[in-house]
């Protein structure tokens, strides 16, 4: 019975991560870290699942659950893939002058709708209202 409790909870875990990466492909909210982190730990979930049903299910009838586990893993893998992929490189950014995000997001990219995204992706600004010469950012290539 904890072995088929086991593998339901794995089952809805990895169906949300699923549903979150999807929405992340179509509309980026998570900073990279957060998608690696969401990948990750529902692999690493995943995994111990796997090693548990290897050990408590005879051989007979663990290899369809190892399988479907195996392909959830693939899956989730790609789609976290995809979603890193679905925006532009990552690149560390020295800030020239003192400014705000907004002026940050104007002169980076012409657009200072962008400054939430600034904020989003360098949550080590400590003070998002003034960002100091010499701060390392982490902005998007385009």
Known sequence: AVTYAM?????????ATAAALVAEVATPR???GEVEALTG??????Q?????VRASLPESRWH??????????????QLGEAALNARPPLISYSVPT????????????????RSRE??????????????????EMLVYAK
Request: hydrophobic share 40%.
């Open 7 to 15: 593998l339901a909870q794995t089952n809805t875990l990895a169906t």
């Open 30 to 32: 998570m900073t990279p």
């Open 41 to 46: 730990n529902t692999r690493a979930r995943v």
């Open 48 to 52: 111990d699942c796997l090693t548990y």
């Open 64 to 77: 369809a659950a190892a399988e479907g586990l195996r392909d959830a893993a693939h899956g989730i893998q």
């Open 98 to 113: 003192p400014c705000n995000p907004r002026l940050l997001a104007f002169r980076l990219y012409g657009d200072h709708t």
């Open 118 to 135: 600034l904020v989003r992706i360098n949550p080590q600004v400590r003070n998002p209202n003034f960002i100091a010469k010499g701060q």
